[in-house]
């Protein structure tokens, strides 16, 4: 609890500075543009927030059902507000997963089968946004939407490589028992011999049967095909909504007609994103912030490209930490209760 608050006091301080600066220069036009927004245009902005994270939930839940038959929806929405809650305060965004894992481990699943669980969900997940990385590189170098921001396009790249060899490493952990044997066995020895690890036989044993029991759950997914593909497509729609965010928020400012497509803020939105990974603060700011800035300034620029700012991330970003705080804290106090 100490490091929560510690990490939201400095997300706030962090806030006040990056908002403070993007106002510093066009003030007025940035509250005319607030003023003036069309609020009914960012509900539907809330909206497809909202039902992104309801697609998410489905990934996660379809994984879950892998394993019990009665973990409810509700259970897995609810664990998808926290895990953004978590990832939101947290360097890299590393706090979700853990606390999935936690909280898995308090419903009574056992440690490697909750690990288990979150390793596959992230797993698919990681395929969906390889697969829009690849789609929106090919866009990109088809017409070219962001001339302007070369030095972005190779930061882009490079955060594309290394997402897919982390999924590519995902896979073969999952997937190839005899290396992980191999792996743990000599990790293992080498620790023993620096003295680090007692008893290695005993270790070694005791991560055997780990590894045994969680290759036992991704021999499931790999029998069950269907389930993988419904959790992989689930995660794409969760991604797809999640990037046309900010089209209803530049359409919330400037009507429908203006140069910010829906394939213009999936593109953008997915780069963003990818910038975003290589930030090591709390919710990537400053980093995010600044992607914003230079890939949707190729389509719009001044007060307004500020102000949808402002509205874009307090949607995607702080209204679902905030929802997520709430469901934490009321869990907190009904497991108190209990």
């Given at each position: 609890m100490k490091s929560i608050k510690k990490n939201s006091m400095i997300l706030l301080m962090i806030t006040i500075l990056i908002v403070a600066?993007?106002?510093?220069?066009?003030?007025?036009?940035?509250?005319?543009?607030?003023?003036?927004?069309?609020?009914?245009?960012?509900?539907f902005a809330f909206i497809c927030q909202i039902v992104a994270l309801m697609f998410e939930a489905l990934a996660y839940?379809?994984?879950?059902?892998?394993?019990?038959?009665?973990?409810?929806?509700?259970?897995?929405?609810?664990?998808?507000?926290?895990?953004?809650?978590?990832?939101?305060?947290?360097?890299?965004?590393t706090g979700?997963?853990?606390?999935?894992?936690?909280?898995?481990?308090?419903e009574g699943f056992r440690l490697t089968k909750a690990t288990n669980i979150i390793m596959q969900n992230f797993i698919l997940y990681q395929a969906a946004l390889v697969t829009y990385g690849v789609v929106a590189l090919f866009v990109n170098w088809k017409w070219n939407l962001f001339a302007e921001v070369k030095l972005l396009k190779n930061l882009i790249?490079?955060?594309?490589?290394?997402?897919?060899?982390?999924?590519i490493g995902l896979i073969i952990i999952s997937f190839s028992?005899?290396?992980?044997?191999?792996?743990?066995?000599?990790?293992?020895?080498?620790?023993?011999?620096?003295?680090?690890?007692?008893?290695?036989?005993?270790?070694?044993?005791?991560?055997?049967?780990?590894?045994?029991?969680?290759?036992?759950?991704?021999?499931?997914?790999?029998?069950?095909?269907?389930?993988?593909?419904?959790?992989?497509?689930?995660?794409?729609?969760?991604?797809?909504?999640?990037?046309?965010?900010?089209?209803?928020?530049?359409?919330?400012?400037?009507?429908?007609k203006n140069p910010v497509t829906p394939i213009n803020a999936i593109c953008s939105s997915a780069y963003i994103l990818i910038i975003g990974s290589f930030v090591p603060i709390p919710g990537a700011s400053g980093g995010i912030e600044y992607g914003y800035l230079r890939f949707f300034g190729s389509f719009i620029k001044g007060g307004i490209l500020k102000a949808s700012l402002l509205i874009w991330r307090f949607i995607s970003y702080?209204?679902?930490?905030?929802?997520?705080?709430?469901?934490?804290?009321?869990?907190?106090?009904?497991?108190?209760c209990e």
């Open positions: 600066f993007v106002l510093k220069d066009d003030f007025s036009a940035i509250v005319e543009a607030l003023l003036k927004a069309n609020i009914l245009i960012i509900s839940k379809k994984v879950v059902d892998s394993y019990i038959d009665n973990y409810s929806y509700k259970s897995a929405l609810k664990m998808q507000f926290i895990t953004k809650f978590f990832n939101g305060i947290t360097p890299f965004s979700g997963q853990p606390m999935q894992i936690y909280l898995l481990k308090k790249v490079i955060g594309f490589l290394i997402n897919t060899l982390v999924m028992s005899k290396l992980n044997h191999i792996i743990i066995d000599k990790t293992i020895a080498l620790l023993a011999k620096l003295k680090i690890v007692k008893n290695k036989e005993k270790k070694q044993a005791e991560w055997s049967e780990r590894i045994d029991d969680f290759h036992e759950g991704t021999s499931y997914l790999k029998k069950h095909k269907k389930l993988c593909l419904q959790s992989y497509l689930y995660n794409f729609i969760y991604l797809t909504l999640n990037y046309l965010t900010p089209f209803f928020v530049f359409a919330s400012l400037l009507g429908f702080y209204f679902l930490m905030i929802i997520g705080a709430v469901i934490f804290n009321l869990k907190g106090s009904e497991e108190k």
